[in-house]
């Protein structure tokens, strides 16, 4: 799970006057890693009209949106959750496993099957999370391929 805090650093820049958010950036291999850092610099500066905020520590791995943020970590671990029988949402080819299983309004989704997992963290607030996870999704697609044969 993400670790998503406000902090007091100085504003602007990517920041557009927010406090940065605290987001800890995974770990991953270094092909992953190579594949995160693609799909961060291709992002969009607004997502869902809000704008992109700063993010540290800095990491070419998380990105963050809005206020409250929405955030995003390229790299991280597959779910331990996640089972052969779990229920994914698949948006524009990207399968999504929603976190809490079950929820009517999830508020994180780790996205499977690609050569980088990875993790959006979506406030209740936002929702329906559809169109956040179209803009995602779709630039996930550009830049991360999947897995062949269909694996997670």
Known sequence: MACVLLTGCASG???HGDAAVRLVPPRPAPAASRYCAALTRTLPARLGGH????????????????????TLRCGVPLPAALTPTAELTVVNGVSWFPQPPGAATPTQFIEVGREAYVELTIPASYAPAGPLLVAISNAIVAVIPAKTGGQI
Request: glycine residues 18%; aromatic residues 4%; positive net charge.
């Open 13 to 15: 820049g990517a920041g």
């Open 51 to 70: 704008p992109r905020r700063a993010v540290r520590p800095g990491s070419s791995l998380t990105v963050a949106w809005g206020n409250p943020p929405v």
